[in-house]
């Protein structure tokens, strides 16, 4: 049998082998293409070879393993996956497990590399990610990704300000569940800052040594950290104080 192969560039097929079983495996292909094949049997006769006409087929290799997949944000209830993109992937699977049923099931299909998903506040849920190519002949799905364990950020901080002496200023908060520490950010007249990092066991904070008589902007949010993972709540709502 004559195996050829459509060359695009020729614009004609091209004989790439000759066997005599009826079968042929066709290696070190692109992933994600597809290609155009044709075979036809011949016979070797006193005249020379007499070959049959050409039955011809299209087909269709996997998709590249989704890889990088991550968790790139998060705010309260919410989590945000991204992934590298496959060459020639149509669309991408996302798979969640269900931990009552003990399997991956099939969650999203989104043509973009990420997606945003909403999730208990402080939770946790794995998933995985797969490339699909679409074909006149069907879908062809890629190998899945590496698990992700992903945490939604813990819920929003309710906030108080209040004044504790000369250029000081306490904030407290409710406690959050879930969250492991809370971030505390203050502004004056430009961006918000970083100006503390309070474990979970305590509900307030005081700022000390600011000007007295100014006007200070704070925002606070909960932070929930699962191993080198940090989920981040959604910051509570601008707070405006003057100081004494």
Partial sequence: YYVKKYDNAKKKYITVATVEASSYTIKNLKAGENYNYAVCAFVKAAEGKLSSSESKISCSTDPSKVTGLKQSSSSSGTVTLKWNKVSNASSYTVYKYNAKTKKYEKFKTVTKNTLKIKQNAASSVKYRVRAVTKTKWGDN???NSAVLTAT?????????????????????????????????????????????????????FTNINLRSGVKYQYRVRAVKTVGKINAYGSYCDKLTIKTK
Avoid: C, M, Q
């Fill in 152 to 204: 939604a950020g813990p819920k929003k901080v309710s906030v108080k300000l209040s004044n504790a002496g000369k250029g000081r200023v306490k904030i407290s908060w409710d406690k959050v569940n879930g969250a492991t520490h809370y971030e505390i950010y203050r502004a004056r007249s430009g961006e918000f800052k970083k100006v503390a990092t309070i474990d979970a066991a305590y509900k307030s």
């Fill in 141 to 143: 799905y890629g190998a």
